[in-house]
């Protein structure tokens, strides 16, 4: 099992910058992709970025803005973050890591404009 908890969030105005991170511990090992999820009211929970073994993905709503990354050489902890880049009123959500069949309890993000 994997314990995943997500940090970073906040309210930002249009065309500012944060960077979410995304700390997974427990059975690390077992972890090759990871992904960033977001929520906002109303509506279904969306795939906006993962990272694989092969590389990266990036919903077309925020390709050229957001950056998925990640650290797993920490021995205890893998990191996962995602940098997000002229932000606007549209990328309001509840942002969620989710990897290893586990999801982190979700940050706020609030872009204001």
């Known amino acids: 099992q994997v314990q995943l908890a997500e940090s970073g969030g906040g309210l930002v105005q249009a065309g500012g910058s944060l960077r979410l991170s995304c700390a997974v511990s427990?059975?690390?090992?077992?972890?090759?992709?990871m992904g960033w999820y977001r929520q906002a009211p109303g509506l279904e929970r969306e795939l906006v970025a993962a990272?694989?073994?092969?590389?990266?993905?990036?919903?077309d709503s925020v390709k050229g803005r957001f950056t998925i990354s990640r650290d797993n050489s920490k021995n205890t902890v893998y990191l996962v973050y995602l940098r997000m880049n002229s932000l606007k009123s549209e990328d309001t959500a509840v942002y969620y890591c989710?990897?290893?069949?586990?999801w982190g309890q979700g940050t706020q993000v609030t872009v204001s404009s």
């Open positions: 989710s990897g290893g069949n586990g």
């Open positions: 427990g059975d690390t090992i077992c972890i090759s992709d």
């Open positions: 990272i694989t073994s092969s590389g990266t993905y990036y919903s």
